[in-house]
């Protein structure tokens, strides 16, 4: 059995949410929330590895404190 998971973060769906973005940039280190693209490409990448299971890959580059 084979088990990962996929932390999204914050993805912005709707133009209100945008517009929220220019208050919250400053909160991400990369200048950026992850999107759609970046989830499926991590969901993907993780599929291909057969010796990785058990693994959280954190798509989220915001500063919690």
Known sequence: IKVNCVCPGVMFHTPDQQAQWSTTRSDYLLGRPSNARDNAEAIYR????????????????????
């Not at 010796?51 to 919690?64: A, D, K, Y």
Request: charged content about 10%; hydrophobic content about 55%.
């Open 46 to 65: 993780l599929a291909q590895m057969p010796n990785v299971s058990g693994q959280i890959m954190i798509l989220e580059s915001r500063i919690v404190l």
